[in-house]
């Protein structure tokens, strides 16, 4: 039986990227959270590190649910890119995105904007955070990256 490598892209090794586009609806966030629990088995992750992933996933797939939409159709895609040192999370949709400055980050009252709080709870989950427009300029895109312990 001969062993089968996927082929990299741009450096990147297509093997350890899985990506999952879900209906922006609150009962379909379930299953990126299973996809990231897959993931901790192809490298396994402390419980702890997993529940606080599950938590910054959920709240990014939410404010895409939640806000992007108006409630009408549309899709979330998720990716998790896994290198051997971090877990590299995208949520991306194509609705009526939010100004990224000020998400999750307290006013001069100490007030989080509405939806502040999912974003300031991936802010102290993450290492990383970038929030921006969607592909070509549409919707909203958060990224997160997890460093992960040897």
Do not use: W
């Not at 089968?4 to 959270?33: F, H, K, N, W």
């Not at 400055?101 to 999912?118: F, I, M, N, Y």
């Amino acid at each position: 039986m001969s062993e089968q490598r996927a082929t990299p892209i741009d450096g990147v090794d297509a093997g350890r990227t899985v990506r999952l586009t879900i209906p922006a609806r609150p009962e379909y966030i379930t299953l990126s959270r299973l996809a990231l629990a897959g993931l901790s088995r192809v490298r396994p992750l402390p419980d702890e590190t997993l529940a606080d992933l599950k938590l910054a996933l959920t709240e990014a797939c939410s404010n895409s649910v939640r806000h992007a939409y108006d409630g009408g159709e549309g899709h979330v895609a998720i990716s998790f890119e896994l290198r051997e040192d971090r877990l590299i999370v995208e949520v991306a949709d194509d609705g009526t995105g939010f100004e990224p400055e000020t998400a999750g980050k307290a006013d001069d009252d100490g007030e989080l904007s509405e939806g502040g709080l999912g974003i300031a709870i991936i802010r102290s989950i993450a290492d990383d955070v970038e929030i921006g427009a969607g592909e070509g300029g549409r919707g909203s895109r958060l990224r997160f990256v997890k460093v992960l312990d040897g």
